[in-house]
């Protein structure tokens, strides 16, 4: 906490910020069970695709054992867009950024290359989440919560991976200390 | 249908809070992955102790529901580095999306083009990839309390290890 990255305090502090958390999340154990956010891109392909291809939907294990857009786990992913929409409008503070500085500052301005990086990092992510059955919140914070070896595993190589993979990717800028 | 707005009413302090804490923001993920800032690890590790706490003192006077995952040593791993490249990549988990696309960035808005389609493909290949990836090596819902024999101590456990991991990133990390 030096005095000098004050103006950096955008964000709340991550204490109070985990207390928080771990309120909505011992409330979501409360009144709904594990919470889980991999399952809601399930549920909305499932919706789609109930009506496009009922048959195939019908047939497919991985659907049979999500629920479609009609449940807990579908109205969570909206409510977090939603949570997020709202945090984003009443903040003044913290930049809604269209690409990280970082990515700039290491492959340039190109929209269409930061883009396409998210769209394949998005389903790196989820093709990932799918095999586990779950996600950073569904295997590893829920997991762990439950004390499940399954999120504590999964938790350990995911920040293991993603570690290496930004070295890898953002190793040379990263002396720069300017990019905040 | 209360379930749903229950749902909801979550999802929306869910969302507020990992934006607020800066979770959302795919700079200072890449800075915490990067060892540069530690507020973001700090921030969910001790959610998970506390939370761990939490579900400890529900589950003592009988309240709430709990369903461990299974662990497949090889499927669960596997799909962990899948996990951890796409997550340096993007600077975006899947629950981050949902929030990020909501407070209008546009690259989460493909990341969860991109997870529709990467969720869509294993939808796809599931009847696959299961019996071949992960029920050979899964080991059933294997938790702590099996390893210590006690649920109490395995609670224990995990804070203290988790405490210790958020004060040695708050040493480790070179950040603020």
């Keep these: ?124 992510i989820l093709f990932g989440s799918r095999l586990a059955g779950g996600c950073t919140l569904g295997l590893f914070i829920s997991g762990s919560t439950q004390l499940a070896i399954s999120g504590l595993y999964f938790g350990v190589v995911i920040f293991a991976v993603a570690m290496l993979t930004a070295r890898l990717l953002f190793g040379k800028v990263t002396e720069q200390e300017e990019i905040q | ?29 890449a800075r915490s992955h990067l060892m540069l800032d530690a507020d973001i690890p700090r921030f969910m590790l001790l959610a998970v102790a506390l939370s761990a706490l939490g579900l400890f003192g529900l589950q003592s006077v009988g309240v709430g529901r709990i369903l461990p995952l299974p662990t497949s040593i090889v499927a669960t791993g596997l799909a962990a580095v899948i996990f951890g490249i796409g997550w340096g990549l993007t600077g975006y988990c899947p629950g981050t999306t949902w929030a990020a696309a909501g407070e209008g960035r546009m690259d989460a ?20 990839l299961v019996p071949i990836l992960y029920d050979p090596t899964n080991v059933g819902q294997i938790t702590l309390t099996d390893l210590f024999g006690n649920q109490a101590m395995a609670v224990a456990m995990l804070v203290v290890v988790f405490g210790l991991c958020t004060w040695g990133i708050g040493k480790l990390w070179k950040s603020s």
């Design chain 1, 1 to 124: 906490m030096e005095p000098t990255n004050k103006e950096r305090l955008p964000y709340w502090h991550w204490i109070p910020a985990a207390f928080a958390l771990s309120g909505i999340i011992v409330f979501i154990f409360a009144t709904y069970g594990p919470p889980a956010s991999s399952s809601g891109f399930v549920s909305t392909l499932k919706g789609f695709l109930e009506w496009a291809a009922p048959d195939y939907v019908a047939a497919k294990a991985h659907y049979k054992a999500i629920p479609g857009p009609g449940s807990w786990l579908f109205a969570f992913a909206l409510g977090m867009a939603i949570g997020g929409f709202i945090a984003g409008r009443t903040s003044k503070n913290i930049p809604v950024r269209d690409m990280p500085p970082i990515w700039k500052q290491r492959f340039g301005d190109s929209r269409a290359k930061r883009y396409g990086a998210t769209f394949l990092g998005g389903f790196l």
């Design chain 2, 1 to 29: 249908m209360t379930l749903i707005w229950l749902g909801l009413f979550s999802g929306i302090a869910f969302g507020f809070v990992v934006q607020r804490v800066g979770a959302t923001d795919a700079h200072k993920m």
């Design chain 2, 109 to 128: 808005v493909f990341a969860l083009l991109g997870g529709l389609a990467g969720a869509a493909l294993f939808a796809q290949l599931h009847e696959t």
